[in-house]
């Protein structure tokens, strides 16, 4: 096994820690020449490689197995200059089975030394990427093991099926008790429900992770892209008082009151002759299909135009409300660029719906790979709804095996090394 090495912070930096994990990070007090620091205490010391002061750093030792990496582990908190740091490589890299670590490894090692799930190291790097408040809030929940003990419930639960299974084939066909059988499929509907109700609550998580879309649309001219800019807080939509202006959809990414927001400017809709604006109405229908919220503007009371997308939130606006003073029917709310407190209210709305979305239960699955074998789990349960207990009971063991050991590839997989390719590989180096 490899000692790795790698800084946890990149650029210049005031301080920057070089973190050391392996069988032979002791060996950092020798390359460097100090005393070794007690374990876990603070101390201060001089970095000499081959007699020249590279640094006055805080050293760190921290002796395995009770490390986050489950190995010996130096940390070195150097000054952030890049000669510093580059000296400090180059001493490490002259020592053998010394090398710098790959993205997330330090975190891989923990998983694979038994210190953390795979659902622990995947909120590790959620908690690193996260940029809003409710996407550090899911990474710090499920940081804490709560999928873990979900996971771990529904596989006593499958084994408690398993069991009245056994007692099953144990008796011959027609001795199985009548009230074995009730408790069974009374027991699997349970736990089928609660899978169920999981993944579809997942959605709304997998959204806090990859932003929430919210597409604007509309006739022409009714002032889209004047809202969007106003979103924006900068010009990223051409606004003129020719209708048909917009055709590309416009993106925009935002912090909306701690949620990730994708916003989307789009072409007006309406009949034309022009190639441009048809292939952009396409878009615009496009992008109604994907979105999760629908911004409705009108000028003119029209918002049936686009009231048979019943499966998403729709909320009318009334556009321009300075010259459109009189309210119009169904409509939810109303803006004008002038008005700064509509604007406001506007964007309240849209956060209370993101959060009328957010279902009472907490899902515990929070990612696309969780949510498919929670899925094949599920599937394998269903299965069983069909077999016959009295005539096919090993059938029925295989597909409760088989769900349990898809549940158990959430936290931890058997087949790891291609899991771990897609999940390290978006790390950053030093983590
Ligand atoms: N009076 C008034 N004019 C507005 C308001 N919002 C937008 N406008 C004007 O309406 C015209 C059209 O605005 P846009 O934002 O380009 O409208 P759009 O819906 O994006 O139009 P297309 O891209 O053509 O579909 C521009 O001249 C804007 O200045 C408003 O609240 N009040
Ligand atoms: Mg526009």
Known sequence: MDTIYASANQNVSSIKIIRISGPEARKITKIFDFKLPKPKKYSVTKLTYKNRLIDKAVVFWLPGPNTITGEDIFELHIHGSIIIEDLVYQALSKQKKFRIANKGEFTKRGFLNGKIDLSQAEAINDIINAETEKQLEIANFQIDGNLRGKINLWRKQILDLSTKIELAIDFSDEEIPLNLEKEFLKNLDYLIKD?????????????????????????????????????????????????????????????????????????????????????????????????????????????????????????????????????????????????????????????????????????????????????????????????????????????????????????????????????????????
């Open 195 to 431: 899978i169920k109700i999981s993944i579809n609550n997942s959605a709304f998580y997998t959204s806090i992770r990859s932003g929430f879309l919210i597409v604007i649309v509309g006739k022409p001219n009714v002032g889209k892209s004047t809202l969007m800019n106003y979103i924006a807080k900068k010009d990223v939509s051409i606004v003129t008082e020719q209708p048909g202006t917009t055709r590309d959809i416009i993106e925009q990414k935002i912090n909306l009151n701690g949620y990730p927001v994708y916003f989307y400017d789009t072409a007006g809709v309406r009949k034309t002759s022009s190639l441009i604006e048809k292939e952009g109405i396409k878009k615009t229908k496009k992008m109604i299909k994907n979105s999760d919220i629908i911004l409705n503007l009108s000028v003119d009371n029209d918002f049936e135009l686009f009231s048979d997308n019943y499966d998403k939130k729709i909320i009318n606006v009334r556009s321009k409300s300075d010259i459109n003073t009189k309210p119009f029917t169904n409509e939810d709310t109303s803006i004008s660029i002038k008005n700064k407190k509509e604007m406001e209210k506007l964007l309240k709305k849209i956060t209370d719906n993101i959060s009328s979305l957010e279902p009472r239960e907490s899902s515990f699955l929070v990612n696309k790979r969780q949510v498919d074998s929670a899925k094949n789990a599920l599937k394998a349960l269903k299965r069983i709804k069909n077999i016959s207990i009295f005539l096919e009971t090993e059938l029925i063991a295989e597909e409760l095996r088989l769900s349990s050991s898809a549940l158990s590839s959430i936290t931890n997989p058997i087949d790891i090394e291609e899991i771990f390719d897609e999940i390290f590989s978006n790390f950053c180096i030093g983590k």
